[in-house]
């Protein structure tokens, strides 16, 4: 599947930027970082994925795996911002 995607510059400059750090095309980022936010089509492993680690962690709610991986990603962006 084809799309076109209009980005603003910094975007677009940040997204060239980490495809060259990784050594992949500006595509296959692209595709990555959908594939990685976009809900699986396969069986839902939501309620698992929210379970395991929740028992010896000290939190009493639910692990959300879906907003430690973007916390994740945006310390890692900041941090690589920074040098």
Same mark, same amino acid.
């Given at each position: 599947?084809?799309? $076109?995607?209009? =980005?603003? &510059?910094? %975007?677009?400059?940040?997204?060239?930027?980490? #495809? !060259?750090?990784?050594?992949?095309?500006?595509?296959?980022?692209? $595709?990555?970082? =959908?594939? &990685?936010? %976009?809900?699986?089509?396969?069986?839902?492993? #939501? !309620?698992?994925?929210?379970?395991?680690?929740?028992?010896?962690?000290?939190?009493?709610?639910?692990?959300?795996?879906?907003?430690?991986?973007?916390?994740?990603?945006?310390?890692?962006?900041?941090?690589?911002?920074?040098?």
């Amino acid at each position: 599947m084809s799309i $076109a995607v209009h =980005l603003p &510059e910094e %975007l677009a400059a940040r997204l060239a930027a980490e #495809s !060259a750090r990784l050594g992949i095309s500006v595509e296959e980022l692209t $595709a990555e970082l =959908l594939g &990685e936010r %976009l809900p699986s089509t396969g069986p839902d492993n #939501s !309620a698992l994925d929210a379970f395991i680690g929740s028992g010896s962690s000290g939190h009493r709610e639910p692990f959300d795996i879906h907003r430690a991986r973007a916390e994740l990603a945006e310390h890692l962006n900041r941090r690589e911002r920074m040098t």
